[in-house]
């Protein structure tokens, strides 16, 4: 019994000896005379119970059945459920099997299961976040996660989003390879979906930026260094004239960094229930499921209703702009090089200044290459590569003729042991000279 029951039938009791008048009463209690009447009747019945509900110990009408409680908590504890929490929990419960619970009946019932372990609420440092953009399209961050996203039971995808920096709606798609081509295919999605936005805030990733090269030993220069070419994706979005903001560190672009942390939550385990296991099925789900409950959940609505993306004028030509693009060299007999390969102009479209002149060669998505001198494009055909000559072998040198049967006259002559002169003379038979 609480102090406030207790100050109550002290007054009940006051009115019953008739100390203190029922309309006093009533105005002590705060209630009517005609409750005070029905309370001092109760009080002759009951004793001192009158002043605590009638329902007080007694379990709750809209208690939920103990039978409900069970099945819940055996539907979480199947695998397929790891690592739900409340909300996602008790979500999957109304759509899927049709028990509708609120959040916190699901955190009571899975806490004691121990499916969820209760966490103390810590008062984290304040952090001012950076003011929104105004208008819907004035700013969209760009990112690609690497995460385990179907959890071991297909092929490493990765996740390309892009989120409005206004509005925080998703546009999103999986893709097989964190490349130049994958990206420039999604930012091709957007534009046709959407329009131009104002800019793109993304890291500095070498796909946006290109990385200075210094030696190990030696220090990067400062506002003293060159300015370094662009990237195929910088090219592109100078050519369609949408700036580019780099970001100096992930909380600086914390919008899809977080938008992130929400996927690879909800995303992962949506995907574990539905049994995507494939790419194709990934971006399905993506699609028809996550996309939508992301853009109606937790999008917000503009401070300005304008739109700030501007269409794609005449002259953006998407498939020209979102290539590989180089500079070749027409040589001599109007051809270049390109990728180990040889492409020639074809006759019709020679004209003056083009030998020795520099063209742009696009190389398309689809595998096409394309060649423009100027303001025109020129039909292009690819060269046979060219037979190689091999050199004739030179001739071995012949070794120096030996004669075949040398002569061994003097093999064993030894002068030492050999006739003096005038011996061999007179064996000889020689007649000697007479002197007159």
Not at 56 to 71: C, F, H, M, V, Y
Request: glycine content about 6%; charged content about 30%; overall charge positive.
């Amino acid at each position: 019994m609480t102090q406030a029951e207790r100050d109550r039938l002290v007054a009940l009791k006051k009115a019953k000896k008739k100390l203190i008048t029922q309309k006093e009463a009533a105005e002590e209690l705060g209630i009517t005379e005609r409750h005070v009447r029905r309370l001092l009747r109760q009080l002759k019945r009951r004793g001192d119970k009158v002043i605590a509900h009638a329902l007080r110990g007694l379990p709750s009408n809209r208690k939920i059945s103990a039978d409900t409680e069970q099945e819940a908590v055996a539907i979480l504890s199947q695998p397929v459920y790891r690592g739900f929490g409340p909300t996602l929990a008790a979500e999957y419960l109304a759509q899927k099997h049709d028990i509708a619970v609120s959040r916190e009946t699901v955190r009571q019932w899975m806490i004691g299961a121990r499916l969820w372990r209760a966490r103390k609420q810590h008062i984290e440092k304040v952090h001012e976040w950076r003011p929104r953009r105004s208008r819907f399209g004035a700013l969209v961050q760009w990112d690609t996660s690497d995460h385990d996203w179907l959890e071991g039971r297909g092929e490493d995808i990765l996740l390309i989003n892009m989120i409005d920096d206004a509005t925080s709606r998703w546009f999103a798609r999986f893709v097989k390879s964190d490349s130049t081509v994958e990206n420039m295919n999604h930012l091709e999605r957007y534009l046709k979906k959407h329009g131009r936005p104002l800019g793109y805030y993304t890291d500095k990733a070498s796909l946006f930026q290109t990385a200075v090269k210094t030696k190990r030993d030696g220090s990067r220069k400062g506002k003293d260094r060159e300015a370094l070419p662009p990237t195929q994706i910088g090219r592109a979005l100078q050519e369609l004239e949408i700036p580019w903001i780099a970001a100096h560190s992930p909380q600086a672009k914390g919008r899809v960094e977080r938008g992130f942390l929400t996927a690879q939550d909800r995303l992962v385990k949506g995907m574990r229930v539905a049994g995507v296991t494939t790419l194709e099925e990934a971006n399905q789900y993506l699609e028809t499921e996550f996309l939508p409950w992301v853009n109606a959940t937790l999008a917000v609505a503009p401070a300005n209703p304008d739109d700030a993306h501007r269409p794609l004028e005449k002259h953006h030509d998407l498939a020209a702009t979102l290539s590989h693009v180089e500079k070749r060299r027409v040589n001599n007999d109007y051809s270049f090089p390109l990728e180990a390969k040889t492409y020639r102009i074809v006759r019709k479209d020679v004209c003056a200044g083009l030998r020795g002149a520099y063209i742009r060669v696009e190389q398309r998505r689809d595998g096409s290459v394309a060649a423009r001198f100027r303001d025109r494009y020129l039909n292009v055909e690819r060269c046979e590569h060219r037979p190689k000559v091999t050199p004739a072998k030179p001739a071995k040198a012949r070794p120096p003729h030996k004669p075949a049967n040398k002569s061994e006259w003097n093999k064993h002559f030894d002068l030492k042991k050999a006739p003096k002169v005038w011996q061999a003379a007179q064996s000889s038979g020689a007649r000697p000279e007479r002197t007159p």
